[in-house]
């Protein structure tokens, strides 16, 4: 499967994104869906994951009540609503796919990467 992430940009503090995950290439209810996100300096840091069905979510304590992860099996599409946006959320954005029927949470498990989209918040 292939993945590209769209949405990302510059916005103040208390500002909100949407990013966008389109999948193709492969069945899109096969996939658990994940963000993470790598800022400047740092390790790739997992942010927001759903199942495969869309009904079952798991957040980084970081975002949590900030952002919202959701899933469109119509448009083979995975989204991060992000509200409330902090300095400390900059970092590029990375989606992610794996066929798992889990939630989980490490880098390690996802096997398809999209190329990244940058989220850059000022103070």
């Not at 590209?4 to 503090?13: I, K, W, Y």
């Not at 900030?66 to 970092?91: C, G």
């Amino acid at each position: 499967v292939q993945l590209q992430a769209s949405g990302g940009g510059l916005v103040q503090a208390g500002g909100s994104l949407r990013l966008s995950c389109a999948a193709s290439g492969g069945t899109f209810s096969s996939y658990a869906m994940a963000w993470f996100r790598q800022a400047p300096g740092k390790g790739r840091e997992f942010v927001a994951t759903i199942n495969r069905s869309g009904d079952s979510t798991y957040y980084a304590d970081s975002v949590k009540g900030r952002f919202t992860i959701s899933s469109d099996n119509a448009k083979n599409t995975v989204y991060l609503q992000m509200n409330s946006l902090k300095p400390e959320d900059t970092a590029v954005y990375y989606c992610a796919a794996d066929e798992t029927p889990y939630l989980r949470y490490g880098s390690r498990w996802y096997a398809y990467w999209g190329q990244g989209t940058q989220v850059t918040v000022s103070s």
